[in-house]
């Protein structure tokens, strides 16, 4: 059985978590120590991809007066409104998560686990591509939320959450969020670009389940679908070894 380190990091402000996710992601490329981790938001934030220049998408100076975090993450994607959910990241081998060698991505195995999450609290999820309309709704977007890719996860026809990744030779780094709910006139108020149809086609455990297990119950929930999908033990550690020096 393989083991992770698991960190649970009390809730933190975006360029904090951000920073701890790259300095999780170096230390392996140093140590080749597997991470698991557990995290949230002391405030709303918005986080955008390594390759994106999303100044004309954001109201700068109504994020700068409401004192709005707005972070380039170290992987790939959209801009992501963040506040109420559960964030986690991994960084690991290729074949710590069942993927093939000679494979350049698979986003099927590597997902696996939250599939086997939400099956855990009771909903029935899958990937995009699965559904028969997915050809007619395939679409990329600049907002992560309003983005429709195959490997997306959906519920009930509807997008839950978001995932991204970072690669260096056989490693793989991936972070993603899960919402609990999603304020979406608080997002207006940042997003110029936000579609007005958006929570049409994107839902939230709050919508799914109406009444959503604490924040600690689903994160043990998370902790327990990685540990069982990829055959994972964990040994707990705490965030201070990450955290040090870190602004928050």
Partial sequence: MKTFRLIRSRPSGASCNMALDER???????????VFRVYGWKRPALTYGISQKPDDSLDGPRLARDGIEVVKRITGGGILFHDNEITYSFVCSKADVGEPAGTLVSYREICAFLIRFYDLIGLKASFALESGDFRNRCAPHELCS?????????INGKKIGGNAQKRKRQVVFQHGSIPIGIDWNLARR???????????????????????????????????AFSAEFGVRFTEETGALYETGVAR
């Fill in 24 to 34: 999780i992601f170096s230390r392996y490329l140093d140590e080749g120590i597997p």
């Fill in 146 to 154: 309003a983005a429709h890719e195959k490997y997306d996860i959906v």
């Fill in 190 to 224: 940042y997003i110029r670009t936000l579609p007005e149809d958006v929570s049409a086609g994107v839902t939230t455990l709050r919508e799914e389940l109406g009444s959503v297990p604490e924040k600690r119950v689903l994160e043990e929930k998370l902790i327990d």
